[in-house]
């Protein structure tokens, strides 16, 4: 994060030409009682301190100088809004995010305390709806996400998660320890029922037909070297191959069959 430039005046400076609120968040200045102020695109007030020359004096946002004419050190941090009102510089608004506490927010996990709190969840349409979101824009009752490479994901707090890792935190208050899978194959259906458990191995075991094949089944392609279909399978890190098929039928069957021997999933090879 880049350190905040520090303001060409002192704390003694900034108390001698303006007046700040802590109930209300504003300034005025001390000679005339004017109200200081401009409102920025962004949405947040910066303040131009008065009495300074035309060539030192900077725009600093309210909030910042709020900080620093309360507690006389200018902030190293983002000085952040609770109610995330960037125009209410109420002091008890306020607070330092220091790099630390960056850190800290960057590694730490919602609970599932939090989670019951901000949404609710529905296992019949495995939807999330805003139950009192974390942030202004989580109004309540809307559904919670967007859609991101193919899954739901949601903002809580301090990072983005997938919708189906706080479906299992939601249900049995911790997230899973591995993978979860989809068993239909259709990764913004997150009904509790529709969620597993799996490793990589097991969810490598219920995917979907690539883009890219060009039989149209998984494992199974022809060899023009050997004129023949060849079809293969992958088990605990082996690959097993046949090349002597003539008819592409009984390569499918081969496949199959060899799917159901090692364990995979009823769905594996859906196509779409």
Not at 266 to 271: D, E, F, M, V
Request: glycine share 8%.
């Amino acid at each position: 994060m880049r350190t905040p430039k520090p303001p060409q005046f002192d704390h003694k400076y900034l108390l001698s030409v303006v007046n700040y609120d802590p109930d209300t968040g504003t300034f005025t200045r001390i000679r005339d009682g004017k109200k200081l102020g401009t409102k920025e695109k962004r949405g947040s007030i910066t303040i131009g301190v008065p009495g300074l020359s035309r060539y030192t004096r900077m725009q600093i946002g309210a909030h910042r100088l709020a900080w620093f004419y309360v507690h006389g050190i200018y902030p190293e941090g983002q000085i952040k809004h609770k109610n995330e009102i960037l125009t209410d510089n109420r002091i008890s608004n306020l607070y330092e995010l220091t790099s630390a506490m960056r850190e800290e927010y960057r590694k730490a996990t919602v609970t599932q305390a939090q989670v019951l709190e901000w949404l609710h969840y529905d296992p019949l349409t495995g939807l999330f709806r805003w139950r009192n979101g974390p942030f202004k824009r989580s109004k309540k009752g809307k559904v919670a996400g967007s859609l991101s490479r193919g899954y739901i994901k949601i903002d809580l707090w301090n990072r983005r998660y997938r919708a189906h890792r706080l479906v299992w935190l939601y249900v049995h208050g911790e997230f899973p320890p591995d993978q979860l899978d989809h068993i239909d194959g259709n990764r913004t259906n997150n009904r509790i029922s529709n969620l597993r458990l799996a490793s990589i191995q097991i969810n490598m075991r219920n995917q979907k037909v690539c883009t890219r094949n060009k039989s149209g089944v998984i494992g199974v392609y022809f060899a023009p070297s050997q004129a023949s279909w060849c079809a293969s399978i992958t088990t605990d890190s082996k690959r097993i191959s046949r090349v002597d098929f003539d008819d592409f039928f009984e390569a499918v069957a081969w496949r199959k069959s060899a799917e159901i021997k090692h364990g995979y999933h009823r769905n594996h090879g859906r196509l779409g």
